[in-house]
Nanobody, 121 residues
Framework: QVQLVDSGGGLVQPGGSLRLSCAASGSFFSIYVMGWYRQAPGKQRELVATIARGGSTNYADSVKDRFTISRDNAKNTVYLQMNSLKPEDTAVYYC???????????????WGQGTQVTDSS
């Protein structure tokens, strides 16, 4: 089995900071891209940031100057440092990992359970 456990959400004031983390566990051959997505009530899930195994990153325009994604390959863990939070950042944040269970298996996306981030005045 593969499990992604994400954590670190909470209630913060606008302009505050949070650090999300997500650790992958179980049996898998290799993790390729890891990332964070978010979904606000009534809206589609959207990409926040991704990071490839070698370190290449991709950010949504709305967060690229404020959030930083990183990963620790030895720990199979991805992080999202969120600074200068805005009310519009309020959403459930989901960890994502693209991985192969076996070397002969296709790449498949796995998801964490989600962690709530709430920016409130």
């Amino acid at each position: 089995q593969v499990q992604l456990v994400d954590s670190g959400g909470g209630l913060v004031q606008p302009g505050g900071s949070l650090r999300l983390s997500c650790a992958a566990s179980g049996s898998f051959f290799s993790i390729y891209v890891m990332g964070w997505y978010r979904q606000a009530p009534g809206k589609q899930r959207e990409l926040v940031a991704t990071i490839a195994r070698g370190g290449s990153t991709n950010y949504a325009d709305s967060v690229k100057d404020r959030f930083t994604i990183s990963r620790d390959n030895a720990k199979n863990t991805v992080y999202l440092q969120m600074n200068s939070l805005k009310p519009e950042d309020t959403a459930v944040y989901y960890c994502n990992a693209e991985l192969r269970r076996n070397s002969w298996s296709p790449k498949v996306d796995y998801w964490g359970q989600g962690t709530q981030v709430t920016d409130s005045s």
